[in-house]
Structure formats: C-alpha cells, structure tokens
C-alpha cells in the first residue's frame, strides 16, 4: 500500500534508519517545511549540502558552475543532476531516520533508493504567488526566464513524480500539516 512501510523489505536494514525523500519544483515549500520539521527535531538534510552529490552539467557531459542570470537558452541546455552512486553510498552510511529535501532533474530515478518519497504538489497559481513573495537564497527561480522555465515544467513534473508513485502533499498546506502528513 502506498506510503506504508514495509519493514521486511531487504531495501530497509534497520526500520530505525528511515530514509524520506521530500522534493518539489522550486518554490514549493521544501525549505520552509523543512525548516519546520528540524525545529521539532527531526533529522533533516538539504541536498544541496551534502558535497558531491548534485552538479550543474551541459548536454555534453561537462560539469558546469550556474550562472545567476541563467536565461532561458542556458537553462533548456543544462540539467541540475545527482549522482546515484554517491547517493547510495552516503544513504547506506546514515544510522538514524533521515529527512532529504532536494530536487533534481533526475529525483525521480532515485526514488528507489528511499523508504519513502513524498511530492510538495502544487499548482500554477500558487507557483505565481510565491514567486512575487519571493524571498529564496537558492540562485535557482531568481530571474523572470529561470520563473517561466520552472511554469514549464511544473505539469511534465508532476505528471512523472504521480507515475513513479511519489507521495502527494498539497504544498499550500501549513507546515503543521505536511509535518503530520509525512510523519504518518
């Protein structure tokens, strides 16, 4: 059944090291809800501080620094991606429950690597309004190209994380209720 734990699963070593993936389009609340879950102590970690695991790449293969000003044409030739190896490795070296909140391009195909994977869903009018809230220090959704790009993908996205069997949470809830929701 989706989002119950299946303790048994030769995936889960220990039903104590939980690993949970939240993710979501930029904008959707992850660091706001998980700002909210570490106050209640719960051990959260945000992908982008975990060094070695995501980097910018051209459609070559190289690994590229993000411009600020990303537009359009540079955003549609580079992909924000993790690396699934160095994923494994450092979630298999965690000994207790952990929350990751992240996004990638390739999120999705890692979702296997977790005990359970939650979406911060939302829709384009709420996507619009916190980006004129706008106060993020992650460069990424700064400029009004980097804005469009993410209403872009925002459908395509959603459609991919409902096929992979992500866990949905509606994104305008409070983080109270996320909180309760992920804790099951």
Known sequence: ??????????????????????????????SYVSAYLQKRGENVIDADSIKGLGQWFDRSGNKIDFPRDANKEWLDTHDFLWDKNFLRSWLDEQ?????LFGLAANVL????LFDRAYYLDMSQKVLKKRFS????????????EQQEAILRDLSGFTQKAKEKGLIFVQAD?????????VMG
């Open 133 to 144: 809230n706008n106060k993020r220090t992650n460069p990424m959704g700064q400029t009004e």
């Open 173 to 181: 809830q409070s983080p109270e209720k996320i909180y309760k929701i």
């Open 1 to 30: 059944m989706l989002g119950e734990i299946n303790y048994f699963s030769p995936m889960i070593k220990n039903k104590f090291a939980q690993k949970i993936l939240i993710t979501g389009m930029p904008y959707s609340g992850k």
């Open 95 to 99: 000994k207790s429950i952990i929350y």
């Open 109 to 112: 195909d890692v979702t296997a």
